[in-house]
């Protein structure tokens, strides 16, 4: 089976311009996670979504910032404008139902990760 | 608030040497805890797990047992390979409302042949 699917593995761009970042969760997951990783701040939790549906940006630094989820197959996480300061690794996990007995243990699957570098 | 705390690295051991990398946590409500694995160049892997007291996460030669008097969760393993060295995180899940794992700041280790 395949695992979390992103896109692109690593991405450079300028300052001032539009980036995407793009996750495909694994089949039968209904919780998708969004984490952004630097040396200075280590794995930090931006958003995640249940059933489609966002339960917590709380994480999100600011405006500049969105995510989608339009399908159960399809997330995106978008930058507008970029910074120099958004330069880090993006993560895509997933999580599957939880079980309705004893409340589960909830394990995320992660992607391999966007390397995003903001000249 | 939730939080967990790791052993700084960088680590480096000899290989078949002993590994410990301590874990403490601070929570509301009654935590899940896990080691993530992260390889170079990789996305995090779940290591091992925990959901409650006394339990004891395996996999690989780790292992790690869920302590509630002491909010602990260490890592060890017994005799270290070249091929664990990576980055592991300790988190921790609560089970109520948010689905969120927060984790520790992540230790690096470093296993010389």
């Known amino acids: 089976d395949a695992g979390v699917i992103q896109s692109p593995r690593h991405e450079v761009t300028e300052m001032g311009q539009e980036v995407t970042l793009r996750c495909k969760p694994i089949s039968g997951h209904n919780s998708l996670f969004w984490y952004r990783q630097t040396m200075m701040r280590g794995l930090e939790l931006l958003i995640y979504?249940?059933?489609?549906?966002?339960?917590?940006d709380s994480g999100m630094p600011e405006d500049r910032f969105s995510a989608k989820m339009p399908n159960a197959s399809f997330s995106t996480l978008k930058i507008q404008p970029s910074e120099p300061r958004d330069s880090a690794v993006y993560f895509c996990a997933s999580s599957p139902p939880r079980r309705l007995a004893g409340g589960g243990t909830d394990t995320q699957y992660f992607g391999p990760g966007t390397r995003l570098t903001v000249l | 608030g939730n939080s967990v705390t790791q052993m700084e690295g960088p680590v480096t051991l000899s290989e078949e040497a002993f590994l410990t990398i301590n874990c403490t946590y601070t929570?509301?409500?009654?935590?899940?805890l896990f080691w993530y694995v992260q390889y170079p160049g990789e996305g995090l892997q779940l290591l091992l797990k925990a959901t409650k007291a006394d339990d004891k996460g395996s996999n690989k030669g780790f292992e790690a047992t869920y302590r509630k008097e002491t909010t602990s969760f260490h890592l060890e393993k017994g005799s270290v390979q070249v091929s664990d060295s990576a980055v592991y995180f300790c988190a921790l899940l609560v089970i109520q409302g948010a689905q969120k794992l927060v984790f520790g700041q992540g230790t690096r280790l470093t296993i010389n042949p």
């Open positions: 979504f249940n059933n489609n549906v966002p339960i917590d």
């Open positions: 929570a509301t409500g009654y935590p899940s």
